[in-house]
């Protein structure tokens, strides 16, 4: 197995929006703010290739989105998909399985591309793409809430092509030494892929836990739909990532890509960070 990041680009939310009821004065130790209370984020995937197969999970926000839209955002830096997948080696074409831990903008827009003709297309034509079946219904058929967030040109699409396929269930595998469990606070059915590598277990832990300024338990987005149940995902999950010495692999950090946690006297707090390189 080779693990490989896709590093997409960098924007910027609401600090406020990203911490919830926790107060700037806190929050900005670790996640500084600008002028206009935007934090930057990073939007960072995760090739894995064994065998035949090369998965990426997640792809970024993409590009075929208004100006207007993109003006929310502030994209910023030097990644791009296409710079990331020819860094690792790779294009488009070989992608074999496009994984979405869920369906929000910044986490699929990327894996549908615009042509000349104002026409939708897939961005990975060889691929199997795979969504959670209850995640998909949740994400076409959109709350209120997250409605924004949902954007039909992401989705649609790629049931058009006849590319789509469901996983289903709570746990389930996606490929040898490559399993997903799921987390329902953030968005109904988030799938999180748990990665045996070289003696670890590697967590690509996505929306469950952001940055490592979200490792304390009140520290959840106002964006979560569900946040006391964002709670009780968290505590058990970062007991069990304490437990296990389980890393974990932060897709919107903008300065760490990996870290572990450790118990503590407060509860579960952060132990390390590193890059995913430094396990060899």
Sequence with gaps: MELSIIHTGNFKLDGGAMFGVVPKTIWQRTNPADDNNMCSWSMRCL???QGDRAMLIDNGIGNKQS???FSYYYLHGD???DGSLKKAGLSPDDITDMFHTHLHFDH?????VQTADQEYS???????????ADHWEWATVPNAREKASFLSENILPIQE??????????TGSLMEDVEFITVNGHTDKQMLPVIQYKGHTIVFVADLLPSV???????????DTRPLLTLDEKEKFLKEAADNKYILFLEHDSQHECCTVKHTDKGVRLDETFQLSDLG
């Design 122 to 132: 897939l961005k990975f034509p060889n691929a199997t793409y795979w969504s959670h």
């Design 213 to 223: 300024g979200h490792i304390p338990l009140p520290y959840v987005m106002g964006y």
């Design 67 to 69: 100006e207007k839209f």
């Design 47 to 49: 090739l894995i290739k």
């Design 79 to 81: 990644h791009s998909l």
């Design 161 to 170: 092509s006849g590319h789509l396929e469901f996983k289903t269930g709570d």
């Design 108 to 112: 699929c827009g990327g894996g549908v």
